[in-house]
């Protein structure tokens, strides 16, 4: 039997116990999960505790969590015109803290900026240009869709910035497509507008935070996984499944992106040290060179812990790595490890650049093996 078999088939062993023992699940799956039978979208979905290990429990969760998303959609994306019944008083020309019109239309402000980001998510696949099996029953009508409301001939362009614990925007972005997406017609959904909806209505239930530019490229990668699982049942909600998880992950890593807690353990500057310290103590030749060169964390690290690698590699090596990162029992402490094995594995370039070609060189990391990158991370003290 092949080693891939053999993987297969303990996994299949751990998955089907009446209650999943979590500790050997991470055990499992820091080696990566195989890419088969749907067993990394049941792994992260685990592993981010949207599923907890009593397996009789899963039924009943789903359906709830299914039917409470169906109600998000509902009151949230929905206008108001036609929520509204005949008797109701509101106007889409009323500017009071009351009406829901006002709400509307300020909501369109964060709405464009999603609505300019999903449109070139992961352009190295086409999968995100591609219908949906399952369009939303709600907004099957071209009227109802949310790219409609942010039209270029319906609302001017709005600039998302960073302030307090509200948005930030991130201008690191580099895997983009060159051209937008186009929308499908009615009665169908392009899978990029699926994701527009998550975001949205994430946007609209944490208001403290909103959206900030980036997330389209945390929540893209569960989106792919979720709404590519071979199981029909499991794909007709990836949308609300994909919510719900990409919910409990930003609960996770949300000090990243919040202003004021930045100098926070958690939060970026924070994660930033620990990458600067950890280099510090593997090689400290690399890191006096940085140093010296005064090449700090910020100008390449920002990027790479904020959006969980998700622009350093393609694709499949993006959820290769956060297979690893979501089994790690102290989470992200892995990915300051798997950062500071990238630099390492530069060491002979970085030692030997200027300041402009290391600048250069980390901020556009080179293709490499990733389970070179995983293998000198997991080796790390």
């Not at 993987?7 to 062993?13: H, I, S, T």
């Not at 060159?178 to 959904?189: C, F, I, R, S, V």
């Not at 609209?204 to 980036?214: A, D, E, F, T």
């Amino acid at each position: 039997m092949s080693l891939y078999k053999i993987r297969v088939a303990d996994l299949e062993n751990i998955l089907e116990q009446e209650e999943v023992d979590l500790k050997a699940l991470r055990s499992f799956c820091f080696n990566g999960i195989p890419d088969c039978n749907g067993f990394r979208a049941l792994g992260w979905k685990l592993l981010l505790g949207y599923l907890g290990p009593r397996k009789v429990s899963w039924t009943t969760k789903l359906a709830k969590q299914r039917e409470l998303y169906k109600q998000f959609v509902k009151e949230m994306v929905i206008s108001p015109g036609e929520q509204d019944g005949p008797e109701c008083i509101d106007h889409p020309l009323s500017d009071g803290p009351e009406s829901n019109w006002s709400t509307f239309f300020k909501d369109n402000e964060v709405l464009l900026q999603i609505d300019k980001d999903v449109r070139r998510l992961c352009p190295d696949i086409s999968f995100f240009q591609q219908a949906t099996e399952f369009p939303c029953e709600f907004v099957n009508e071209r009227e109802r869709k949310l790219h409609v409301r942010v039209a270029p001939t319906t609302l001017s362009s709005a600039n998302v910035e960073r302030k307090g614990i509200g948005m930030t925007k991130i201008n690191l972005i580099t895997k983009r497509a060159t051209e937008n997406y186009e929308a499908m017609d009615a009665g169908q959904e392009a899978h990029w507008e699926v994701v527009e909806r998550i975001l949205f209505l994430y946007a609209k239930l944490n208001p403290g935070q909103g959206y900030v530019q980036g997330m389209n490229e945390i929540i893209g990668p569960i989106y792919y996984v979720f709404a590519s699982d071979p199981h029909l049942e499991y794909r007709r909600y990836a949308e609300a499944d994909c919510f719900f998880c990409f919910t409990a992950l930003m609960g996770e890593i949300r000090d990243f992106f919040i202003k004021t807690l930045d100098e926070s353990e958690g939060g970026i500057k924070g994660m930033m040290a620990k990458l600067s310290n950890l280099l510090h103590e593997q090689d400290s030749e690399v890191w006096e060179r940085l140093r010296d060169q005064e090449l700090y964390p910020q100008y390449y690290s920002f990027r790479w812990l904020t959006l969980l690698l998700s622009q350093e590699f393609p694709l499949p090596d993006v959820l290769r790595i956060w297979d690893s990162v979501f089994a790690d029992d102290k989470r992200y402490d892995f990915l300051i490890k798997i950062c500071c094995a990238m630099i390492l594995l530069l060491r002979e370039q970085i030692l030997e650049n200027d300041f402009a070609n290391n600048v250069k060189l980390l901020q556009n990391f080179p293709a490499m093996d990733i389970n070179l990158v995983l293998r000198k991370a997991t080796n790390l003290e």
